[in-house]
């Protein structure tokens, strides 16, 4: 079935752009997912990105799909200190049921 | 309130206790789950529904049952509690797979 894998740590400095990266198994995975958990909180969709598209951007954020290497990656600009969080990588697997990664933790440094 | 809400926020239990985790939506969505978050394991489906009356396994079953008989409402009961079921507890809805997920605010439980 779908494997979904990510890093567990990443640190960054204030400012700079994060880059938290994500691989899956199945492609035949339609729609990829980014979600944000602050401390103490739920699971918060943060954005989305079909198979058919390479990238996505939103803001802050940029979404890029590589369908070849199954890699997905999310790059936050100007990280604040705002963004620290847990943010999961999420794929929907052929039975439409989302497989989750482990979560990485941005780590901001001043 | 419109939104998912679970309760309690906090509970601690003694091995072998039965344990009820509520959960409450008020968007009439069809489905709801039920994952618990552990360190390095990120999420892990306990069970699923796809309607009232309607449950399914997730990846991590066993020791935990679900019921629901209204659209609304998708309890997790762990019948008798162990030490390895203390976790974070999250229960998500959505309108559709594939729909983005709306959780709740977790429950924390340790089984002593």
């Known amino acids: 079935g779908e494997d979904v894998e990510q890093s567990l740590f990443l640190s960054v400095r204030e400012g700079d752009s994060s880059v938290i990266n994500c691989t899956y198994t199945?492609?035949?995975?339609?729609?990829l997912y980014w979600y944000k958990q602050e401390p103490g909180a739920g699971l918060q969709l943060l954005t989305y990105?079909?198979?058919n598209m390479d990238m996505k951007q939103d803001q802050r954020l940029t979404v890029l799909l590589n369908k070849k290497d199954k890699h997905l990656s999310l790059r936050i600009a100007d990280t604040q200190t705002g963004d620290s969080a847990i943010y999961f990588c999420?794929?929907?697997?052929?039975?439409?049921?989302?497989?989750w990664g482990a979560g990485t933790k941005l780590i901001i440094k001043p | 309130d419109a939104g998912i809400t679970q309760s309690p926020r906090y509970k601690i239990t003694e091995t072998g206790r039965q344990v009820t985790l509520m959960c409450h939506q008020t968007?009439?969505?069809?489905?709801m789950f039920w994952y618990r978050q552990d360190l390095g394991h990120g999420l892990r489906l306990i069970y699923y529904?796809?309607?009232?009356?309607?449950?399914d396994k997730g990846e991590v079953p066993d020791g935990y049952v679900v019921s629901r008989s209204k659209t609304e409402n998708f309890p997790l009961t762990l019948e008798s509690a162990t030490r390895s079921q203390t976790s974070v507890y999250f229960c998500?809805?959505?309108?559709?797979?594939?729909?983005?997920?709306?959780f709740g605010p977790g429950t924390r439980l340790t089984v002593l």
């Open positions: 998500a809805s959505t309108l559709g797979m594939g729909n983005e997920q709306f």
């Open positions: 968007w009439s969505h069809s489905y």
């Open positions: 529904s796809a309607a009232a009356d309607i449950t």
């Open positions: 199945d492609s035949s995975s339609t729609y």
């Open positions: 990105i079909f198979s």
């Open positions: 999420a794929a929907l697997d052929s039975n439409y049921q989302l497989i």
